[in-house]
């Protein structure tokens, strides 16, 4: 029934002067979406809003499916494209559209006309009124309401005469790579792939890297990174996974430093190898799923130890959140089931009966200096050993 969409935007309507650059990050990005879908599809701009136009049949599902993914869409409303063939034609198709689209004709409506081509033989209210007359004949059941209808009809006469009224939520935010790039320390958890969502949701475009310690974390634990950044990719386009063999640098810290300090000696090492990667992807920061208090390791003590290893801004969208607020979200994008399938990620395996919840940044020093022989080899060992995976929707 339908051959276009119509897509709202929201906030980046309000960009001013550089009003066009994510306009045109939206219309890239609607355009990349749309790539796997069965169909083909031109985007464009057009009159301050972003039309998709189907070049060929095309399933509707999928589309509308690969179009609630993209960051920067408030609304998605499906048009019905028609010939202008004469106002008869347009009012038989509209209340058969109306018939189709809706399973019950008993709704309060209005019709709102646009002429982009003056053209047209009758001015926009004669056409409202016209097909709203025609409506109300063919329904008996409708009513219209002009203040606060239940269902708006819009008519918008062009080359050819568009019909929609429905409108399909859109994710909202800002379109992905209108906002630079981040790197996002991605593990098998529930609440990276969230933390990496939020921060793409506000036009971040994503890279990821993952700690991989086989052979204490399995071939299927990594596979399941992947598998989670496949389901955010959906939402960032396709991402950049570093997996980083991290056995060596753990076993070391595992029996040079005090045991209660591991985690926290770890996250230290993961923060400067992410940043590494961060800089060859030209990211401007580093992403978490920290959130605190949830762990030892995450206490606003162990953040600032953590922390003071990094040159780049660490962006952590999730702090201010409770575990249940990280599910729901998990849930709502689609990650959960794929996070909590039981598979050991590489902090389970080290970490202390007792971790330290406040560490103290002096002490910590004092036991990485007991690393420090080694670790500078070992982490460019990491570095020169690392897999990049292009993980693609
Ligand atoms: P998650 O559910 O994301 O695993 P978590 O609650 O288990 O989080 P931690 O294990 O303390 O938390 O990790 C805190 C953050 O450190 C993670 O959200 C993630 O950003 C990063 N991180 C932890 N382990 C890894 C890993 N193996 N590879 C990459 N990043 C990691
Ligand atoms: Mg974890």
């Avoid at 939206?26 to 464009?44: H, I, M, W, Y």
């Avoid at 206490?299 to 607020?325: H, W």
């Avoid at 406040?358 to 460019?380: C, R, V, Y």
């Amino acid at each position: 029934m339908y051959q276009a969409f119509l897509i709202k935007y929201g906030e980046i309507g309000v960009k001013g002067k550089n009003r066009h650059i994510f306009e045109d990050t939206l219309v890239s990005q609607t355009a990349n979406a749309l790539k796997p879908v069965d169909g083909e599809f031109c985007v464009r701009k057009e009159n301050g809003r972003v039309y998709v136009e189907a070049l060929s049949e095309f399933d509707y599902d999928e589309a509308l499916e690969a179009l609630s993914h993209v960051f920067g869409i408030v609304g998605i409303c499906p048009v019905v494209l028609m010939e202008d063939e004469g106002f008869e034609d347009l009012a038989r198709r509209v209340v058969s559209y109306v018939g189709e689209a809706f399973q019950e004709q008993d709704f309060t409506f209005k019709v709102i006309t646009r002429r982009a081509r003056k053209n047209y033989p009758m001015d926009s209210m004669e056409v409202s009124a016209a097909v709203g007359e025609r409506l109300l004949e063919a329904y008996p059941k409708l009513k219209v309401d002009v203040h606060k209808p239940q269902v708006t009809l819009h008519i918008e006469i062009r080359n050819k005469i568009n019909l929609y009224s429905k409108t399909v939520p859109g994710p909202g935010g800002m379109p992905v790579g209108s906002a630079g790039r981040a790197m996002l320390l991605l593990s098998g958890g529930i609440d990276s792939p969230v933390a990496g969502y939020m921060i793409a949701k506000r036009g971040v475009k994503i890279d990821a890297v993952y700690f991989h310690a086989p052979p204490y974390t399995s071939e299927r634990a990594k596979q399941k990174v992947v598998d989670l950044a496949k389901l955010l990719a959906k939402y960032t386009g396709p991402i950049r996974l570093h997996v980083i063999h991290f056995t060596e640098i753990q076993l070391a810290i595992y029996e040079k430093c005090p045991h209660d300090q591991l985690t926290i000696i770890m996250r230290r090492y993961m923060m400067k190898l992410a940043e590494h990667f961060a800089g060859e992807d030209e990211s401007m920061g580093l992403v978490t799923g920290e959130s605190i208090g949830q762990v030892a390791s995450q206490t606003m003590q162990s953040l600032a130890v953590t922390n003071e290893v990094c040159t780049l801004p660490v962006y952590r969208p999730l702090i201010g959140f409770d575990k249940q607020e990280i599910i729901d979200v998990s849930q709502k994008i689609g990650t959960y089931e794929t996070s909590i399938l039981p598979f050991e990620d590489c902090c389970t395996i080290f970490v202390a009966k007792h971790p330290v919840t406040k560490p103290n940044l002096k002490s910590i020093l004092k036991s990485e200096s007991h690393l420090a022989d080694t670790i500078g080899a070992m982490m460019k060992e990491a570095i020169d050993t690392a897999e990049t995976i292009r993980v693609e929707p």
